[in-house]
């Protein structure tokens, strides 16, 4: 009798899994409508809202910063209309976090869901329709928190599960992915948002020597994907397949990247030695990935994994161009192996987690479009390939995609 129920017990839990790997449904991204700043003229502005225009050794060091990023343009939900409401915003001496949270506990529920509607609707499906929320952001210290609030502006059901990710930065969206992966694999027929929305208001502040790298490279945006794993309900096809997912800290890197929330807002730390410490260890965070995709599949009898890292398609953060040049640099990647995250990077700038939803969907654009060009599947991009985010610890984030076989999910 006990073995009958065990036996039961096991066939309904091996019942609850999905059919084979989650994947990306449906992909969609989002900015603020307000302010939109060149990079070539943001030094200038930057310093002329912030009254600081007599500082002009640090606004010429700003310039040449700017210059070297890669960026063309920005947006930003911050505007000289709530700074003349705000001048506490300005000076990091001053209380000044009460009001960023007033103002962005609205904004990044709200940008996040520009990007939802528009993936709920590719997707096909009603939002009611929708199991699990993953809500990531470094924008919002409130309970109740941004997922609840985006969750009433969808009109998801009361009985959605949802789960809120704060303060991962940079690796946010592709964690948010990651356990989205496992949520949808472990829950059949489940069928995942996931959110990640930014606004730089929270950080923002004047002008001095120790933060002008972030005044250059950030910017806001959001990102929305529907994950879903098999069976698949008609009308749904997959853009992405998520094969395997890891995640790497390396040792004693706590000092290089990380964020402290004071009274005066939120400070960024990036030390100059990010880039050459990722360099140094993303080649084994790509063969722990791969070895663990060669487990899944059954393809590991022997524990090594050989991939030719140029015969992959490459999602990587852009966290700045001495990371992706590093990267490019030690995989000894081919020319335009990066380009879906430098394209990103020169028209968005650095949205912390939700930049990687950027990059997914741009490479998704790319394949589809050498498509209606050349009509010929030969040239689409490859089977195989990585989706990579690093973030505060300094942790990695490393996720095997695959392009579906069916030419219609893409």
């Not at 609030?149 to 009109?155: E, F, K, M, N, V």
Request: with cysteine; charged share 25%; hydrophobic share 40%.
């Amino acid at each position: 009798m006990i073995r009958a129920q065990g036996a039961a017990m096991h066939e309904s839990r091996s019942m609850q899994h999905s059919e084979g790997p989650a994947a990306v449904l449906a992909i969609a991204t989002a900015n603020p409508s307000g302010t939109i700043l060149s990079q070539d003229e943001f030094a200038d502005q930057f310093f002329r809202i912030a009254k600081s225009d007599q500082l002009i050794g640090l606004k010429e060091k700003l310039k040449k910063i700017c210059h070297k990023t890669g960026i063309e343009k920005r947006h930003f939900h911050l505007n000289e209309e709530i700074l003349r409401a705000h001048p506490e915003f300005l000076d990091r001496a001053l209380p000044s976090l009460d009001a960023r949270i007033d103002i962005v506990a609205t904004e990044v529920p709200k940008l996040a869901e520009s990007a939802s509607v528009k993936a709920i609707a590719e997707w096909g499906r009603p939002a009611t329709d929708i199991t699990h929320l993953v809500f990531s952001t470094y924008s919002g210290y409130r309970a109740p928190s941004a997922d609840l609030r985006l969750a009433s502006l969808l009109g998801l059901r009361t009985s959605v599960c949802r789960t809120i990710l704060s303060l991962h930065g940079c690796y946010g969206g592709a964690r948010a992915l990651h356990l989205a992966k496992e949520l949808a694999e472990n829950n059949r027929g489940a069928r995942v948002l996931v959110a990640c929305s930014e606004i730089t208001l929270v950080c923002f502040t004047g002008p001095d020597g120790s933060n002008l790298v972030g005044h250059a490279l950030f910017g806001d945006g959001a990102g929305a994907v529907i994950v879903g794993a098999g069976p698949l309900a008609a009308g749904e096809r997959p853009v992405f397949e998520m094969v395997s997912a890891t995640q790497t800290t390396i040792p004693e890197t706590e000092y290089a990247l990380g964020m402290q929330v004071s009274e005066g807002g939120l400070d960024f730390h990036l030390a100059i030695q990010v880039p050459m410490l990722l360099g140094q260890n993303v080649e084994q965070c790509l063969r722990d990935a791969f070895r663990s995709a060669a487990a899944l599949v059954g393809d590991d009898d022997d524990g090594d994994v050989e991939v030719t890292w140029n015969d992959l398609f490459w999602a990587v953060h852009p966290g700045g161009r001495p990371i992706l040049d590093k990267i490019e640099d030690v995989l000894q990647l081919e020319p335009g192996k990066l380009e879906a995250s430098r394209q990103v990077l020169r028209e968005y700038g650095n949205m912390s987690g939700a930049t990687i939803v950027f990059v997914l969907d741009e490479l998704r654009r790319r394949r589809r479009r050498r498509r209606e060009e050349e009509g010929d599947h030969d040239h689409q991009l490859p089977e195989l390939g990585v989706m990579m985010a690093f973030g505060p610890g300094i942790t990695i984030e490393t996720m095997v995609l695959r392009i579906p076989s069916d030419p219609k999910g893409n």
